[in-house]
């Protein structure tokens, strides 16, 4: 096989013109090799002009893998022919340990940031990217702009919303009045609408709805008596004692228990210790904590 034959077939050059990178190709001649250095035909400018402008790129992840010249693990695209290298502190807008192969097969926004004309190859970010659209949604949202937030995962203490492409918390005791939590009335995929709350110390950016929820109890505490042991779940935990429910919208009131820890969303025995009806309030006691694992 020649050696032009033999280089268009490792490099699959699909455009005379462009070729995906710089490679050295051995052919075995007799009792030598032969290397030979395939020179690029790539005009470096545009690629310049796109860090210029800062322009945003969308792509497919094709591969993830370590590098060891850029001493990171890294993902894998393409513009134009090169391949383009985002290492794992330029992916995220926050520090994640996650493996970078759930990238692969799913489209991303970046940009470029740098080219390495010697490899033939491009280093890209999608966290600049990602930094500009938080700080413009914290912005908008300070301001006094209301946006739909679509719930994405449910937590113990709240839940993550995304506004756009920006993931966004929201707190269970920001959503409702009582101690109904999001995850009581919201499924993943539910849209709500919502405004600005504060952001923290660490930029996560939190919001709350327009109008907060509140439950009109539904159970009939005549029902319920002192010394009765029932099913509940922890709902909220303050310095001064810890709200359960233990029936469809109705929260108990008792102390922090000294024998146990418990935390929101943990399931417990509860013992009904009184039942204020004109309050319709209820106070009892943690018995026991749960294990459902």
């Known amino acids: 096989m020649g050696i032009r034959k033999l280089v268009k077939k490792w490099i699959r050059v699909q455009n005379k013109d462009v070729v995906p990178m710089d490679v050295t190709v051995l052919e075995e001649s007799g009792d030598f090799f032969l290397d030979h250095e395939v020179k690029s035909k790539i005009d470096y400018n545009v690629f310049y002009e796109m860090i210029n402008k800062e322009i945003e790129l969308t792509g497919t992840v094709l591969s993830s893998q370590y590098d060891e010249e850029l001493a990171s693990d890294s993902v894998i695209l393409e513009v134009k022919g090169l391949p383009v290298f985002i290492v794992r502190e330029e992916l995220e807008s926050k520090a994640q340990q996650l493996p970078l192969m759930r990238f692969v097969g799913e489209t991303i926004q970046f940009q470029l940031i740098e080219v390495n004309e ?173 294990n459902n694992e």
Request: glycine share 6%.
């Open 118 to 290: 010697t490899k033939g190859r491009l280093l890209g970010s999608a966290k600049k990217i990602k930094e500009r659209e938080f700080d413009k949604l914290h912005k908008q949202l300070e301001e006094g702009k209301n946006f739909q937030a679509k719930l994405t995962k449910n937590l113990r203490y709240g839940a993550y919303f995304v506004i756009g492409n920006t993931s966004v918390q929201m707190l269970n005791k920001d959503f409702a009045e009582d101690h109904t939590t999001i995850s009581d009335i919201l499924a993943i995929g539910d849209s709500i609408e919502v405004r600005f709350n504060r952001i923290t110390d660490n930029k996560n950016l939190r919001v709350e709805p327009l109008k907060k929820y509140k439950n009109e109890v539904s159970v009939s505490l005549a029902n319920l008596e002192p010394d009765q042991v029932v099913l509940g779940t922890v709902r909220n935990i303050k310095k001064w004692g810890i709200f359960v429910r233990i029936a469809p919208n109705l929260d108990a009131l008792c102390s922090i228990p000294l024998h146990l820890t418990v935390r929101e969303g943990d399931q417990v025995t509860f013992k009904i210790t009184q039942v204020l009806i004109k309050e319709k309030r209820v106070r009892g006691k943690i018995v026991r904590l749960i």
